[in-house]
């Protein structure tokens, strides 16, 4: 089945230790987007491709950064994680043919900071 | 970006119809309602989106009237399976790009 996939889906990391997570997807959509989610709380997007234009939201921290060297996968990466990148990474992706606002997630990456 | 607003939290029981309601008052003239499920430790899932009027899929109604300026997301006959968070949203079509901004969502518990 065509879908969105997250590796890994469980991370831990030391404060300040670099990390990266992965998303790949057999949906050979143009559009790949990162969104952070804290507990309880929603979604907040930090950055997206268009293909392979870089689009980065005002607020996301200079700490993160993200490759995309293909269609099908894009990275996270987390230069000096601090106890406050705690937190669920989802990619999702969106397509031509897909519906105006409709987004493809995968299953996330939680991220624990020690 | 239109802000959305809807209940923090909804109860219901297996079996009743839900209708969660979403305020959108300055939602843009080529802007789309979507409505989003989550579930715990997984992403969002599509549920349905419209413009204006009525819609329904296999899933779910979502009502809309004709100032646009609200929407009602309907679950038939809910099921314990049910219980998710469900998020109303306005997508911001700008420079071509297609960006969603995620609300507090409203968390629905649906028991036995």
């Known amino acids: 089945d065509a879908m969105v996939i997250q590796n890994p889906r469980y991370q831990v990391t030391q404060f300040g230790k670099p990390v990266t997570l992965s998303c790949s997807q057999t949906?050979?959509?143009?559009?790949m987007y990162w969104y952070q989610q804290k507990s309880s709380q929603a979604p907040k997007l930090l950055f997206h491709?268009?293909?392979?234009?870089?689009?980065n939201e005002a607020d996301t921290p200079d700490n993160f950064q993200s490759r995309r060297p293909n269609t099908s996968f894009c990275f996270l990466d987390i230069r000096s994680p601090g106890l406050g990148d705690a937190a669920m990474y989802l990619c999702?992706?969106?397509?031509?043919?897909?519906?105006?606002?409709?987004?493809?997630f995968g299953p996330g990456t939680r991220l624990t900071v020690l | 970006l239109a802000k959305t607003t809807q209940p923090i939290s909804m109860d219901s029981y297996e079996g009743q119809e839900v209708n969660i309601t979403c305020s959108h008052n300055n939602i843009a003239t080529n802007d789309y309602i979507t409505w989003y499920q989550q579930f715990p430790s997984q992403g969002p899932r599509f549920i349905i989106q419209?413009?204006?009027t009525k819609v329904t899929n296999e899933v779910a109604s979502l009502f809309i009237p004709a100032d646009r300026k609200s929407s009602t997301l309907s679950l038939p006959r809910v099921s314990l399976s049910d219980t998710a968070v469900y998020y109303c949203?306005?997508?911001?079509?700008?420079?071509?790009?297609?960006?969603?901004?995620f609300g507090a969502g409203t968390r629905l518990a649906v028991h036995p």
């Open positions: 491709y268009y293909d392979k234009d870089f689009n």
């Open positions: 419209g413009y204006k």
């Open positions: 999702a992706t969106r397509g031509h043919l897909s519906s105006y606002n409709e987004q493809f």
């Open positions: 949203l306005v997508g911001d079509y700008s420079g071509g790009y297609n960006k969603l901004i």
């Open positions: 949906l050979n959509h143009n559009v």
